[in-house]
């Protein structure tokens, strides 16, 4: 995902600035494309926030995988509404960035709440993150970490 947030700047949840290099580098990385004002997603976000603060708080190190909300909210300001009242403490690409409508047509976003689990380069790993947290739990982050190659064992 480097490859294609590569020189960019997200947010955190608190609305700081990171390098997105910095913070994805050797991470599966899951775009979350939602919006506060649509109903399924306001109902999946506190479950991925549940998925992402279990992985987080399990791992003895950092967990091989990072969130990044791509927002398709009206406004920066409903962005940052739904993001402190319901997200996790991943990361955002900012509401202003032209970049959150390419990933959208780079990745066919058509209805939301979606979860596209991405390698570093950008290639998908599945279009379907939602339906595998929904009902594989933490045991899909294995299967995305092993099909991204990346090279850590997260035994927690």
Same mark, same amino acid.
């Given at each position: 995902?480097v490859?294609?947030?590569?020189?960019?700047? /997200?947010l955190?949840?608190e &609305?700081e600035?990171?390098e997105?290099?910095?913070? /994805?580098?050797?991470?599966? #990385?899951?775009? !979350?494309?939602?919006?506060?004002?649509?109903?399924?997603?306001?109902?999946?976000t506190p479950l991925?926030?549940?998925? !992402? @603060?279990?992985?987080?708080?399990?791992?003895?190190?950092?967990?091989?995988? %990072?969130?990044?909300?791509?927002?398709?909210d009206?406004s920066a300001?409903e962005?940052?509404d739904?993001?402190?009242? /319901?997200?996790?403490? *991943?990361?955002?690409?900012p509401?202003? $960035?032209?970049?959150?409508?390419?990933?959208?047509r780079? !990745?066919? +976003?058509?209805? /939301?709440p979606?979860?596209?689990? #991405?390698?570093?380069?950008?290639?998908? +790993?599945t279009?379907? &993150?939602?339906?595998? +947290?929904r %009902?594989? &739990?933490?045991?899909?982050?294995?299967? *995305? #970490? %092993?099909?991204?190659? +990346?090279?850590? $064992?997260?035994? @927690?």
């Amino acid at each position: 995902m480097v490859d294609v947030l590569g020189g960019r700047r /997200l947010l955190t949840r608190e &609305g700081e600035a990171v390098e997105a290099e910095a913070a /994805l580098q050797n991470k599966v #990385v899951a775009l !979350y494309f939602a919006a506060g004002r649509c109903a399924p997603s306001r109902d999946f976000t506190p479950l991925l926030r549940d998925f !992402y @603060g279990a992985l987080v708080s399990a791992a003895r190190r950092p967990a091989p995988f %990072e969130v990044v909300f791509v927002s398709a909210d009206r406004s920066a300001r409903e962005m940052r509404d739904f993001m402190r009242q /319901l997200h996790g403490a *991943w990361l955002a690409l900012p509401f202003h $960035d032209p970049c959150r409508l390419e990933l959208r047509r780079k !990745y066919n +976003i058509t209805a /939301l709440p979606r979860l596209v689990v #991405v390698k570093q380069d950008g290639e998908v +790993i599945t279009h379907r &993150g939602w339906k595998q +947290i929904r %009902e594989r &739990g933490l045991a899909c982050l294995q299967a *995305w #970490v %092993e099909a991204a190659d +990346i090279f850590q $064992d997260f035994t @927690g």
